[in-house]
């Protein structure tokens, strides 16, 4: 699933389509996640790229007509740019045709994201929004903060992190390579974390996921960029998906948490 460095740097690329007028849309699939709204093609048309955001996973394209077009990529959803030339293949969602001629595509295999169209003033009174965290990048995510939060939280430091509504953004993958740059257990329990180890995890937090988008995010099964080059943090993994390899002393161990893999170095990331 796309996480935030390879949402963030989906973002980036969609700079091309930054002031672009949309000429039309063809709908190729009218329900993913969710139903695709009635009046995308209407609103869309004619009107122009404002405005290229982020919001945690989701990717907001702002519009001149005071919409926002909202994108989340589920498990195996992309966008990508195409020319004149372009010819639909299978699972091409949902396509943008601009004046320029540029053309903008929505790709998603299982059919797991979801799009919206909303008025941009009202973007945040939408449930899927309302209801996320701090984003894992705000400059807002404080140490005292998310202690207040977890500090009688029964639940494993892992499925916090990937709990949106407590940090927005952060997915499987980086949970496992933040506990490990932070040397914290993916077993210790919220409640059982002090500031000192919050702060340390913060700056992991921080530290990881910039890291990620200066790499182009992850590519391991169906993320590229706009463009279509696959990211290359995957390289810089110390511990996702290596089990069995040593580090230092220490050998990476996979557990299966809440459903989902957890990979670390029980002698390295120790909080007893």
């Known amino acids: 699933m796309p996480e935030l460095p390879e949402v963030e740097t989906t973002v980036r690329g969609l700079c091309v389509i930054l002031n672009q007028k949309i000429s039309y849309v063809k709908i190729h699939t009218t329900k993913l ?36 077009l909202v994108i989340h990529l589920g498990m195996s959803g992309r966008l990508k740019t195409a020319s004149s030339a372009y010819k639909r293949i299978k699972h091409d969602h949902i396509v943008l045709y601009f004046l320029s001629k540029k053309i903008l595509i929505y790709h998603d295999p299982r059919k797991f ?21 701090v984003d894992a990048l705000s400059p807002n995510l404080k140490p005292q903060m998310i202690f207040e939060k977890i500090s009688k939280s029964e639940v494993p ?42 702060s340390k995890l913060i700056k992991s937090i921080k530290k990881i996921l910039k890291k990620a988008i200066r790499y182009g995010g992850s590519s391991i099964r169906d993320y ?41 170095c029980p002698k390295l990331q120790n909080n007893k």
């Open 113 to 133: 994201g979801f799009i919206d169209i909303v008025k941009t003033k009202d973007l945040q009174k939408q449930n899927y929004i309302l209801s996320l965290g």
């Open 224 to 264: 590229r960029s706009i463009d279509g080059t696959l990211g290359s943090f995957q390289s810089n993994f110390r511990v996702y998906n290596k089990e069995g390899m040593k580090i230092g002393t220490d050998k990476v161990k996979k557990i299966v948490q809440y459903g989902r893999s957890t990979f670390y």
């Open 157 to 198: 430091i892992k499925q916090i992190l990937l709990n949106q509504k407590i940090i927005a953004g952060i997915g499987n993958i980086y949970a496992s390579e933040i506990l490990f740059d932070a040397r914290i257990s993916p077993l210790i329990l919220g409640k059982d974390l002090k500031i000192s180890l919050i």
């Open 33 to 68: 996640r969710f139903k695709i709204p009635n009046n995308i093609s209407n609103i869309l048309r004619n009107s122009k790229i404002s405005n290229l955001r982020r919001i945690a996973k989701f990717i907001i394209i702002d519009l001149d007509i005071n919409y926002s």
